[in-house]
């Protein structure tokens, strides 16, 4: 199961937040600031893999990110999660973004970060990960763009 | 109307959107709250209008708002209304903003249910996309009760897309409303073969979310998932699945053999690192759980560790890192398979990633051995010295510890080395591991106490350099090390060489700098080293220096009686009193050393960890019971679903503990003090434990002399390396020493024989001292010698073929103990070369494989349960023995409520607990779920043993089904063969034994057997494996065989190549009895 999904940038301001547990919005802020307190003082040298999750789930959970130019992308999952496996899909979803918002750059997050929900719902779902072909996100997510543009002109 | 909506588009175009939000957040760096606070009053305005575009603009904004931080709670209404919508585009706004901010306490949720419903059944399927993908995360009980029949309906959904998330929030419906899953789960098994990929994906996930809760009901679906795994082509669900199965594993053994085989294949077929890592995990995770028994298991083990390796020489840090998680579940299981790789490890120590340097900290952990210790922590050291940052320095600190101090100090061959290395350490900076130093210290010292003079003499330089220790206040932590420096010396004071002076450090003014504690124990051992002092100088009647160090105490001690600290001023207090009192007698020339040693007499002994189970429990005190009712279990609706496919019984349940009744309680009160009685470290009439741990012969081993001209000045000055060479010039030593006596030998026979130049194995390195562990229990001494039940609480089935092994331990013990014979007898050159020689011969050299043999026999079998066993007498009593019992469950039920009983013969009586009647049987302490076996010991005791025996029982047990549960019961005759009351002893001394044929103590009597073709040392591994004898010498045509019972009786045979065997024993009828053994057992052949 994958816990929580955080998007932040070099600075620590958050882009997108997906818990799949509850959490008050102080406790929330304080995840964020301490996950990207772990995870912006390694070098992009070093593996993608943090333990000792104190912050949620505890020992059975792990940190699993990938950084792209400005942006963290981490991914808070438990031992039922293949590691590699969760590495993918983060570069999935960045691919999907990728192409939903062709050459997505971090503005692209800061102002729409509906859009940015409505692709990873189709990624993950309720902390479990639903499809991990790009190619069916990207048409899922089209048509539901397209169905919201007919409903724009309707009016 | 039309004019409302007119107007309500027009004011829309003034409200901020989304974009507008972010921007003007982004133009208000400076006093982004306060312009916040004011977007909120906004919203609020917005969300008062009746334009739902409106509103759902205000709920996308407070989405946005969320994730910076702010509670909006207060608007779930209107989230509400906006996921009521009819717009798709509003309706996910709203259902967005829902999944962010609705959890189990928002009371609005109750009023969505039938919104949620009507969602769910729209005809458009992204409708109901956007209501399951909301649902998913908000769901609560009572939605997930009300709602799970029509996610139900979903999961046969035409179009996939519905489909596969139906399947997937079916888990979260499950964890909230355990109900559901019954009706459920047939639906969910049959999506698992779904024609779309994803609806598959997405079921294997769900059964392996629900598998991992409670992995036991999910044993039946292995058959589904083996095909999916052989079949399927996705990647991710195949990782799902190896996962799972290495989940399912532990639970069923027989599911891991037949995995090893596809997922050898597929290690060697794919090409994705995920899945061969996940491959490799499991097939790991099936060699611990069969643990033995593998015909092809090492060359599983060979492939892991080699693929392994890969992982961590490649320059992709993930896969380093992963390599090295892997190999350390390896090391636990297969630790010589790991060893070989220590290069690689040692390699990770340098590596940029500090979670790599951990994970090879870990390994490196499980990888030490006599001889490699020193060098590991050597590299260890270097590290240490070059690690920037604290916490990874203080991590290497605690492993540098823990590998020296692991299991006893098992791998430690020099003491003076580790108090050296543990003298470096003190240097560290900052460290917040002070205490950790200082126990390993004060433990060294009081146990090893051919150390203590080594340790005090550091311990005094320490205590002379504290100020180098303290003079810094950043490195607080490390001042914890002169408290044990302090204790060391003054509780061994003996061994200083210069009390006087290591006193007056103690009493510098600059030690009341130090905590409080520290402070006390400087004080106390002031005073014990004051008598040492005064002891010193009363021989050299020398009264003057005496009275010098009375007053420098008197001096010194005011500060202390001055301290803000009780524990200090009290004892400060105390001694200074008593100092001056001795003063007084001192000027009256009164001799006063003896009596104030005698203040300190006596010695300090460790006291073992486990001492406090040497208390028996009082009676009637039970330990068990609760004192206040136990905290009601809030998981227990998470574990109420593991029951629905259950085959169990209502045991599951996690409050038993609070039905517990009063029969209850007696039954555990009785198992409890079974158990007691079991337990050989309760103090009873046992002849137990010490003999443990006397390796043989250590004090034949020459103990390097250190040179210690060059003390230490500086404490931390680094000479632990010195210890590494010498060690390694002692092992050279004692090899070559070793080899020499060899050589000796051999020239003397004059006779060619291998040379035995392998590796040195573990056991030939002698430590050089011993660490003092008779208080220490050693578990090897619960063996099932002691109990009349020993627990074994594994479930996996005992191996038929692990019998071949069996007898290969027996023999690597033999040899084991032969060698040690064989040093022990090299210190005293003795002259009975000969007759080691004659042993080596003797030994059953590999010259054809043996054919496996058991030593079990089928004790009785019905359609239900197997049994067989197998007797074993013990060197420990001479009137008991232990019978093994193997239970395998034939059947496809659960077998539990066993219970074992025996109609005991006036000879032969079955031990049972204390308190328990003449026929009361023994509850066989485990159950059996099907095609499970396990293993029970049980103790008779015997009184003659010339005759073999038969004693009836019975064994009654309980057959549990899915529908019904009956009672059973299984009648067996347990033999006791007179075979079963020989104990292998080995006789090394080919004189003794001839002086034992000699003394004509014996008489004797004579075999042959009839149709014998098997090789010769077959038969003689035969007669040695069945019977319990050893060979003592080989020569071409026949063997000379010896045997003990356990009673004391010898039993010898001359075996002959013609198939004839003389035998001789000081008791005719148990000889008789043996050879008619021997014949039956060889007309079975």
């Known amino acids: 199961m994958i816990k929580a999904i955080l998007i932040f940038n070099n600075h620590g301001k958050p882009r997108l937040i997906r818990f799949y547990q509850y959490f008050a919005e102080d406790m929330q802020q304080q995840i964020i600031r301490e996950t990207f307190h772990l995870v912006s003082k390694r070098d992009d040298n070093v593996c993608n893999f943090l333990e000792g999750g104190s912050l949620i789930g505890g020992s059975d959970y792990k940190l699993i990110y990938r950084h792209y130019a400005t942006l963290y992308f981490v991914f808070c999952v438990d031992s039922s999660e293949s590691e590699l496996g969760i590495l993918d899909l983060i570069q999935v979803f960045v691919e999907t973004l990728d192409k939903c918002f062709e050459n997505v750059c971090e503005l692209d997050l800061i102002f729409h970060m509906d859009k940015v929900h409505y692709i990873l719902q189709e990624v993950v779902m309720g902390g479990m990960v639903l499809e991990t072909n790009m190619n069916e996100i990207v048409a899922q997510v089209e048509l539901q763009n397209r169905m919201e543009k007919s409903e724009v002109s309707d009016q | ?1085």
């Not at chain 2, 611990?288 to 080699?306: E, F, K, R």
């Not at chain 2, 490649?314 to 090295?324: M, P, T, V």
Request: net charge neutral; proline share 5%.
């Open chain 2, 1 to 1085: 109307m039309a004019l409302k909506i007119v107007k309500g588009s027009i004011d829309r175009m003034f409200d901020k959107n989304l974009q507008d939000l972010v921007r003007g957040i982004r133009n208000h760096k400076e006093d982004e709250a306060k312009y916040i606070s004011t977007c909120i009053d906004e919203i609020k305005q917005e969300l008062k209008q009746d334009n739902i575009a409106v509103k759902a603009n205000a709920v996308c904004k407070l989405t946005y708002l969320q994730m910076l931080g702010y509670d909006v709670s207060w608007a779930a209404f209107n989230i509400v209304e906006v996921m009521s919508s009819s717009k798709f585009t509003y309706k996910r706004i709203g259902y967005l903003a829902a999944s962010q901010c609705f959890h189990e306490g928002t009371d609005v949720i109750m009023l969505t249910t039938n919104q949620i419903r009507k969602d769910l059944s729209s005809p458009h399927q992204y409708d109901t996309g956007v209501a399951l993908t909301g649902l998913s995360c908000f769901v609560t009980p009572d939605l997930a009760r009300d709602l799970a029949n029509d996610i139900m309906t979903l999961m046969s959904h035409t179009k996939p897309y519905i489909r596969k998330k139906a399947v997937l929030i079916m888990y979260k419906v499950f964890l909230k409303y355990p109900e559901s899953l019954r009706p459920a789960f047939p639906r969910l098994k049959e999506k698992l073969e779904d024609p779309d990929p994803g609806v598959q994906s997405a079921a294997v996930n769900v059964i392996c979310e629900l598998a991992r809760r409670n992995p036991k009901n999910y044993l039946s679906l292995a058959p589904l998932f083996f095909k999916l795994m052989t079949s399927s082509t996705n990647n991710w669900v195949l990782i799902k699945i190896i996962k799972l199965f290495g989940a399912l594993t532990p639970l069923e053994p027989r599911l891991g053999k037949k995995l090893i085989e596809p997922l050898t294949n597929l290690i060697h077929s794919t090409s994705a690192m995920s899945l061969l890592y996940e491959c490799v995990n499991t097939v790991i995770a099936v060699l611990i759980s069969l643990s033995s028994g593998m015909p092809n298991h090492s060359a599983s083990i060979q492939l892991c560790v080699q693929k392994l390796r890969i992982l961590i020489e490649d320059s992709d840090q993930n896969l380093k890192y992963l390599g090295l998680l892997a190999m350390s579940k390896i090391l636990k299981t297969h630790p010589k398979s790991v060893q070989s790789h220590k290069d690689l490890i040692l390699q990770c120590l340098d590596d940029k990633d500090e979670s790599i340097r951990l994970r090879a900290l870990d390994l490196l952990y499980g990888m030490v051995s006599k001889k490699n210790l020193m060098e590991i922590v050597k590299k260890l050291m270097l590290h240490v010295d070059k690690a920037e940052g604290t916490t990874y320095r203080d991590e290497l600190l605690t492993k540098i510890i823990d590998i020296c101090s692991q299991s006893n100090y098992q791998y430690i061959t020099n003491f003076e080395w580790y108090i050296s290395i543990l003298v470096e350490l003190t240097r560290l900076e900052g460290t917040r591991h002070g205490h950790l130093i200082a126990s390993q210290m004060l433990d060294v010292a009081i146990r090893v106490k051919a150390i203590r003079g080594f340790a005090v003499a550091q311990m005094a330089t320490l205590l002379d350099n504290a100020h180098l220790l303290t003079g810094n206040t950043q490195r607080n932590g490390i001042c914890e090390v002169l408290y044990a420096a302090a204790w060391i010396c003054g509780e061994f004071s003996e061994h200083l060489e210069d009390p006087m002076q290591t006193l007056e450090a103690m009493l510098r003014p600059k030690v009341a700098t130090l905590p409080g504690h520290i402070q006390a124990v400087y004080v106390q051992n002031a005073a014990k080293l004051f008598a040492t002092v005064l002891r010193k100088h009363e021989g050299e009647t020398d009264s003057h220096a005496a009275q010098e160090t009375s007053q420098l105490l008197i001096d010194r001690l005011p500060l202390f009686v001055q301290s803000a600290n009780l524990e200090v001023q009290e004892r400060a207090s105390c001694i200074l009193q008593l100092v001056k009192y001795i003063q007084k007698l001192q000027q009256k020339k009164v001799e006063v050393a003896e009596e104030v040693t005698a203040l300190f007499a006596g010695e300090l002994n460790p006291v073992a960890p486990k001492a406090q189970k040497k208390v028996p429990v009082p009676e009637g005190l039970d330990l068990d019971a609760w004192i206040n009712k136990p905290p009601s279990e809030s998981e227990s609706e998470d574990e109420k679903p593991k029951a629905v496919f259950a085959k169990e019984e209502p045991k599951h349940s996690r409050s038993r503990h609070t039905e517990v009744d009063e029969k209850e309680l007696a039954r555990r009160r009785e198992a409890r003090k079974r158990e007691q009685a079991n337990n050989p470290f309760y103090i009873k009439a046992s002849p137990s434990s010490q003999k443990v741990y006397d390796a043989p012969g250590v004090e034949h081993i020459p103990v390097v002399q250190i040179d210690l001209s060059v003390p230490l000045k500086v404490p931390g000055m680094p000479m632990s390396d010195q210890y590494l060479k010498l060690e390694e010039e002692r092992r050279q030593k004692e090899k070559a020493e070793r080899k020499k006596e060899k050589k000796k030998k051999r020239e003397k026979r004059g006779k060619e024989r291998k040379a035995d130049s392998g590796p040195e194995s573990e056991e030939d390195i002698a430590p050089a001292h011993q660490v003092d562990i008779v208080t220490e229990e050693m578990p090897e001494v619960s063996s099932c010698y002691f109990g009349v039940i020993k627990p074994t609480v594994h479930w996996f089935p005992v191996q038929k073929s692990s019998k071949h092994k069996k007898k290969k331990q027996k023999k690597e013990k033999e040899e084991k103990e032969k060698k040690k014979k064989k040093r022990h007898h090299h210190h005293h050159h003795h002259s009975n070369a000969g007759g080691e020689d004659s042993v080596q011969n003797g030994t059953v050299e590999e010259e054809e494989p043996l054919p496996p043999m058991s030593n079990y026999f089928l004790l009785a079998e019905n359609s239900y349960i197997k049994m067989v066993y197998d007797i074993q007498g013990n060197h420990q009593d001479e009137s008991k023995v232990v019978v093994s019992v193997i239970f395998e469950n034939k059947s496809d039920s659960f077998l539990k409520s066993m219970e074992f009983n025996v109609l005991d013969s006036l000879n032969s009586k079955l031990q049972r607990p204390e308190g328990a009647g003449a026929h009361d049987s023994l509850t066989v302490p485990f159950q059996l779920p099907p095609g499970i076996s396990n293993e029970a010991h049980f103790v008779f005791s015997v009184q003659s043993i010339v005759m073999p025996q038969k004693l009836k029982g019975t064994l009654t047990f309980i057959v549990k089904s899915d529908e019904s549960s009956t009672h059973e019961k299984l009648d067996f005759k347990l033999h006791f063969t007179c075979t079963s009351y020989l104990i292998t002893t080995p006789c090394y001394l080919y004189d003794a034994y001839a002086k034992l044929l000699e003394s004509g103590d014996l008489k004797g009597s004579s075999l042959r057997l009839e149709g014998i073709n098997m090789p010769f040392h077959h038969l003689l591994a035969r007669i040695c494996f069945h019977h319990h004898f050893s060979v003592v010498e080989r020569i071409d045509s026949c063997a000379s065989m010896y045997s003990r019972s356990i009673q004391g009786h010898h039993v010898c045979l001359l075996v002959k190549t013609t198939v004839s065997i003389d035998a001789k024993c000081d008791e005719p009828s148990l000889l008789g009895n043996v050879l008619d053994e021997i014949k039956q057992t060889f007309s079975k052949c």
